[in-house]
């Protein structure tokens, strides 16, 4: 196992056991609750807004490590992003890990994300890494209600 796996796995078990940003936001601006069908897993995320702007966001909920640790990530890079900028990187992240190709170029510049681009190997555990991203789209859509990640 190569240095870099082990560093990726060692951030993946840090953030499922100390998860970032876990709770429920007061009187949130956008809110979803996501389910993961193959394996009954839920989630919910809760966004403020400031204008455009992700002022801050919380999710709650339980998962496997990979869900929980994409849920902690995720919040980390989505405060203080704009609407805009959450948009793309919900899509750059989906293509990291749903596309097969050069991980190293299709995470360029996405950080700690990074992490998930050895899940793309992986297609049920796919939905585990995005089940956060889906909810929050959701709830930055407005979308009261649940979502699933089929
Ligand atoms: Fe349920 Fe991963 S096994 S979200």
Redesign the pocket.
């Known amino acids: 196992m190569s240095e870099l796996t082990d560093l990726y796995q060692e951030l993946i078990l840090d953030h499922n056991r100390s998860p970032r940003n876990r709770g429920r936001l007061e009187n949130p601006d956008g809110l979803a609750q996501g389910y993961?069908p193959l394996?009954g897993?839920q989630i919910s995320v809760s966004v403020k807004l400031d204008g455009d702007r992700i002022e801050s966001i919380k999710f709650e909920g339980s998962?496997?490590a990979?869900?929980t640790a994409s849920a902690s990530l995720m919040t980390q890079s989505l405060k203080g992003k704009t609407l805009e900028e959450a948009g793309e990187l919900f899509n750059r992240f989906h293509k990291l890990l749903t596309e097969e190709g050069n991980a190293e170029e299709l995470g360029q510049g996405m950080g700690k994300l990074k992490v998930f681009s050895g899940v793309c190997q992986y297609p049920a555990r796919v939905?585990?890494a995005t089940?956060a991203w889906h909810t929050v789209k959701a709830a930055l859509n407005n979308k009261e209600g649940n979502i699933t990640t089929e």
Do not use: A, M, V, Y
């Open positions: 993961n394996c897993d998962g496997c990979i869900s939905k585990c089940l």
